[in-house]
């Protein structure tokens, strides 16, 4: 992600939201450019467990970007994108859904 990226992420968010207290953030450097071009550079908050709970709900995601990068198409990844979404949420069972019986 770049500055104009993380520039344009704030600003939505910032309008949707409204200006937080504190910002958590990685430590990527175009958040903190970004959020110094907006003004709100002394709210950030950069530590090593802040952004847990943000990383983990992310997780599923991953998963799905992890496969996709071997697609060498646009077009090819966004037939497999399209059918993925729909079919993996039928076998792709999440351990914390069931119990350890049922799950094995």
Do not use: C
């Not at 992600?1 to 910032?14: E, G, P, Q, V």
């Not at 175009?30 to 802040?50: F, N, V």
């Amino acid at each position: 992600r770049d500055k104009k990226a993380a520039l344009k992420f704030l600003r939505k968010s910032m309008k949707r939201y409204g200006r937080p207290d504190s910002i958590v953030t990685d430590r990527l450097r175009s958040y903190g450019a970004a959020l110094k071009e907006i003004g709100a550079a002394d709210r950030q908050e950069t530590g090593r467990w802040l952004n847990n709970r943000t990383e983990n709900s992310h997780l599923p995601f991953r998963r799905r970007e992890r496969a996709m990068l071997r697609f060498r198409r646009m077009r090819s990844l966004q037939k497999f994108a399209s059918v993925h979404a729909s079919v993996s949420n039928h076998f792709n069972s999440e351990r914390s859904l069931y119990s350890r019986a049922n799950f094995k």
